[in-house]
């Protein structure tokens, strides 16, 4: 109660400080973006008085405080155009005070955004090079203290270099001599919408029957990169597609993937409502195995378009950017996304199910092999992911990392086959996607759900003890949940031939990964990045950081340690490595003989096959029957299923209604329209 009315003390206080609706201009000039500089300029419309402006700290899909503050520089404030001293708050580096002489209306307020060198993950890593930029409003301004990121209207301009073309979700107003002026938004609004802008950018109209436009726009470093297969657009339509069958509804108005493909900015994925700001290396689309890799990630953020901007767990639905995020629901946000982002390729034929079950089988035999679950709970992730998104790869598996992705997926990979078995394979994870993602196609609003929500929309599925099943498997510290996987007709079994996914990751992260031989994860330039409790390499004294300098006598490759590896069975001798960490060199022999051990999915012979249900396409263009696109859902009633209960519970009667679902918390909207 105290808490509550000191926050609504502090809510009346600050809201008086806005003079008006009154719209924020901002002008950033990014014509400096190739010299890795942005230069800001705002007007803030205030009143007398002591004023607080604030630098956006927890941001949206980055699930913390990770708004890169320390790389602002210059900042200026002006009122009637004489400068006023501002003070920064002694415990949140992220407010600046300032107060207002009287007979100010207005605050103008300069700052440069320097772009981050090196390091720095999401919105705090690199984002430009001499042909690209990717603008994340939230690095190139400030926003008066204020209830609500939705109270706050900004009018945006946008300055680029001669000759830059721009993508963005944003709409243009106007656009003339590299001046974009953009339509009147929301804070919210504005600060989910980036924009691209490259000297090589190619839109790619992706041709789907959503009645909304979807688009990837393509920006690289060289013209050549933005070339795409014959198929591309095409396959990506399918995608489109399937995403659509399988929620039921769209929630924006059109839809664009900005592509930014450079080796010298940061690589990741950040989801927004109608957009997502995708970044990964120069030459993706040239290789087939880097498409699939580029296929995952599209995939991944397209998703979050539904799970994660509409519907958002309530501790990560802030109202503002200077309200503390809490994350215990990432396993829904992240992992249900993880598992979609997998499976949605494949059912679009993006890659072939085949590569599909390596990528389940390298995700499995990694949480297998996981130590650190036997004393940190999977759920525990999920509230600490502030902290274990820049954790370093040193002492992974031990410390647990962001396990709510992948491990994640093996929780929902359970339930889905839960449900399957609960009833007779009529229903599945699908049904819970309409019901809970579904609804009505329009605007992009924000409806946050609890823990409870998710139960009560499964047991609508499928009635079960959920909150348990859930539970059970979130906080335990016994074995991976790989339930689901034999449950779908598989197992896990080891070979000396490689897993393609697994061969692709191992690619793109430049690595060896030898978590189930050596027990060890080496980078390409030997440096060793993890080393797992009670395996081999552990019990040979080998640690993370250590730089392995040869191998049985030779230079360290990481072809001659693979090699070392696959022959290990056809040696008595154990395998010699010499190490060098910090002005140590040691000499090693980790004691393995049991050669190349890739993990792979076999089929448990006699069991139906509903890996194969649920990867196969639910828009069946090829049947011409059209997609489950808007079909009602409808509440399990529970004499229709009671036949294939064995739990011994009462079934509801036909006709009654479906179990009570509590109201959701009144959507906020993210936009202005
Ligand atoms: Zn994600």
Known sequence: ????????????????????????????????APHRVLHAHLVIPVRPGPVTLWYPKW??????????????????????????????????????????PQGATELAVDLDFLDPVAGGQFTAGG??????????????LLYPAAASSEDLTYEATLRLPAGWQYAT?????????????????????????????????????????????????????????????????????????????????????????????SNSVAHFGLEHHESSDDRTDEDTLGEQATRYGLAELLAHEY??????????????????????????????????????GYLMPARAGLYPIDYYRESVAEIASTYTHRPGRAWRPLVDTAIDAQDLYGAPSAWSSYRRSTDFYDEGLLLWLDVD???????????????????????????????????????????????????AFLNARLQSTSSAPTGGLESSGWKLAYDDLPNAALEAHEKRNKNIDATVTLGLVVHDDGRI??????????????????????????????????????????????????????????????????????????????????????????VKRETGRA????????????????????SGREPRQAGKPAPHRGPYTPPSRITSR
């Open 127 to 140: 984002s430009m090079t001499p042909q690209l930029a990717l603008i994340s409003w939230n690095t190139v």
């Open 303 to 340: 998703t979050h378009s539904w799970n994660g901007k509409y519907r958002r767990p309530a501790g990560l639905a802030v109202p503002n950017y200077d309200v503390p995020m809490t994350g215990e629901l990432l396993w829904v946000y992240e992992g249900l996304t993880e598992f979609l």
């Open 529 to 618: 990045e993890d080393v797992i409790p009670g395996g081999p390499a552990a019990k040979a004294a080998l640690v993370p950081g250590a730089m392995i300098l040869a191998v049985n006598g030779r230079r360290f490759t990481p072809e001659l340690f693979r090699a070392s590896i696959k022959e290990s069975n056809k040696r008595t001798s154990p395998i010699q490595v010499i190490d060098e960490s910090e002005d140590f060199v040691t000499v090693t022999s980790i004691d393995y003989h049991g050669g190349a051990r890739y993990p792979h999915l076999v089929r448990i012979e006699g069991t139906p096959d509903r890996m194969a249900q649920m990867v196969a396409s639910r």
């Open 169 to 261: 979700a944003l709409t243009t107003v106007s656009a003339s001599g590299g001046e974009i002026h953009f339509a009147p938004l929301t804070l919210t609004h504005l600060i989910d919408s980036p924009v691209l802008a490259a000297v090589h950018l190619r839109k790619v109209d992706i041709p789907s029957a959503s009645p909304f436009p979807h688009h990837i726009d393509i920006a690289a470093d060289s013209d050549a990169a933005t070339a795409t297969p014959d198929d591309f657009a095409a396959k990506y339509g399918r995608l489109v597609e399937e995403e659509r069958a399988a929620f039921g509804a769209e929630h924006f108005r059109h839809y664009d993937w900005l592509l930014t493909l």
């Open 59 to 100: 941001i949206p899909g980055e699930h913390g405080p990770t708004g890169p503050l320390i790389q602002v520089a210059g900042l200026k404030i002006t009122a009637n155009g004489a400068p006023l001293s501002w003070s920064r708050d002694l415990r949140d580096m992220y407010a600046f005070h300032v107060d207002v």
């Open 1 to 32: 109660m105290r808490k509550l009315r000191v926050l609504f003390f502090c809510a009346a206080f600050l809201l008086a400080q806005i003079a008006s609706a009154a719209s924020i201009r901002l002008l950033v000039d990014a014509t400096d």
């Open 417 to 467: 086959m839960t449900i399957r078995k609960l009833t007779a394979d009529k229903r599945s994870l699908d049904d819970f996607l309409r019901h809970f993602y579904g609804g009505s196609d329009g605007d992009p609003v924000v409806k946050p759900y609890t823990f409870d929500d998710v139960v009560r929309a499964l047991n609508d599925v499928a009635p079960n003890d959920w909150a």
């Open 627 to 646: 997609p489950r696109v808007g079909q009602a859902f409808q509440p399990v009633v529970w004499d229709r299923l009671s036949s294939l209960s064995s």
